[in-house]
């Protein structure tokens, strides 16, 4: 049974940093692209953005909202990604779920889709107040 759990949410000012864990079990996830997602209230999920893993050459990708401020790294050996959100500002806050793919995406248009995730997690709550 494939399970991700994210951990690392809470609460901070704005211009403050969290960093976001998700361990992934169940499945080796080395090759294939594991990224992060956010869901604000009355919005819908939104990519964040992703590690490609092995198979396309472990690149990374983010949205322009958090490209700079963001960072995605992972340790494959670990079966782990994470998410070090730096000058976090209020838009930030989110519900933020870890996502992992369960076959091979080929362009950034597929990496940004949720539908092409197979696996999350449960959610971590990331609060910004100004």
């Known amino acids: 049974q494939v399970q991700l759990v994210e951990s690392g949410g809470g609460s901070v000012h704005a211009g403050g940093s969290l960093r976001l864990s998700c361990a992934a079990s169940?499945?080796?996830?080395?090759?294939?692209?594991m990224g992060w997602f956010r869901q604000a209230p009355g919005q819908e999920r939104q990519f964040v953005g992703t590690a490609t893993g092995s198979w396309n050459n472990d690149l990374t990708y983010y949205a322009d909202s958090v490209k700079g401020r963001f960072t995605i790294s992972r340790d494959s050996a670990k079966n782990q990604v994470y998410l070090q959100m730096n000058s976090l500002q209020p838009e930030d806050t989110a519900v933020y779920y870890c996502a992992a793919a369960g076959r091979v995406l080929r362009s950034l248009s597929t990496y940004s889709a949720p539908e092409n995730y197979s696996y999350w997690g449960q959610g971590t709550q990331v609060t910004v107040s100004s």
């Open positions: 169940g499945r080796t996830f080395s090759s294939y692209a």
